[in-house]
């Protein structure tokens, strides 16, 4: 069965400090990767997946297979990255598995 | 803000009664589906549709039920089976090629509460 943990329900740092969103899974085939993200009052949204190898807002994401992990990392976090970043794991069949979700706070 | 609707956006049930929560999505996606969120939990798959006139059990279906009659829409029912029925309901929809890792869209939410 496939699993994604997120071990932290609560993240805060200050404007301007490195971010990381720890994201591990399980798996037994080979894993395609999304972040989600969710600001106050706004829906649910893509922030990038792990096929793209894209960055967007200052974000990026490595799949690390061998230790099954897709950590979100931002060099310096902004105000306006606070918000519910959710891992999610799709299977073959178009399914996604997400994780419990961190609450990321930026403060000033 | 459109592409997918959910209405209401505040649904408050009597225990011992069934309610009706509507999706409608204009994106012409063939895949749709329902979430429900829970503080801590994140997102778990109640059901899904890939295709008009069929839909799966998804990994928490018990007390609920669905419908595909129609692509634009996907109505959840919330029954009185269904045990713990307070919470955040999403919606989403997608559009499978064949080559998975496919964006699904969701829309605003509707929040269910039992009083």
């Known amino acids: 069965a496939q699993r994604v943990t997120q071990p932290e329900k609560l993240l805060s740092v200050f404007k301007g400090a490195p971010v990381e969103l720890k994201c591990n899974y399980s798996y037994s085939g080979s894993p395609e990767l999304f972040w989600y993200v969710q600001y106050s009052r706004q829906r649910l949204q893509l922030l990038l997946r792990h096929i793209s190898r894209e960055s967007i807002k200052g974000f990026t994401a490595d799949l690390n297979k061998g230790e099954t992990s897709f950590h979100l990392k931002k060099p310096f976090a902004q105000e306006e990255d606070s918000a519910m970043y959710y891992c999610?794991?799709?299977?073959?069949?178009?399914?996604?598995?997400f994780g419990g979700g961190t609450r990321l706070m930026v403060k000033p | 803000d459109g592409g997918i609707t959910q209405s209401p956006k505040y649904l408050f049930r009597k225990e011992g009664q069934n309610v009706t929560l509507s999706c409608e999505q204009n994106?012409?996606?063939?895949?749709m589906y329902w979430y429900r969120q829970d503080p801590g939990q994140g997102l778990r798959l109640i059901y899904y549709?890939?295709?008009?006139?069929?839909?799966q059990k998804g990994d928490i279906a018990e007390g609920y039920s669905v419908s595909r009659e129609k692509k634009e829409s996907f109505p959840l029912t919330v029954t009185s089976a269904q045990k713990n029925p307070t919470a955040f309901y999403l919606c989403a929809s997608s559009e499978p090629s064949g080559v998975y890792h496919n964006e699904q869209f969701f829309g605003p939410g509707t929040r269910l509460t039992v009083l």
């Open positions: 999610a794991l799709e299977n073959a069949g178009n399914m996604l598995t």
């Open positions: 994106l012409n996606h063939d895949a």
């Open positions: 549709s890939q295709i008009v006139n069929d839909f």
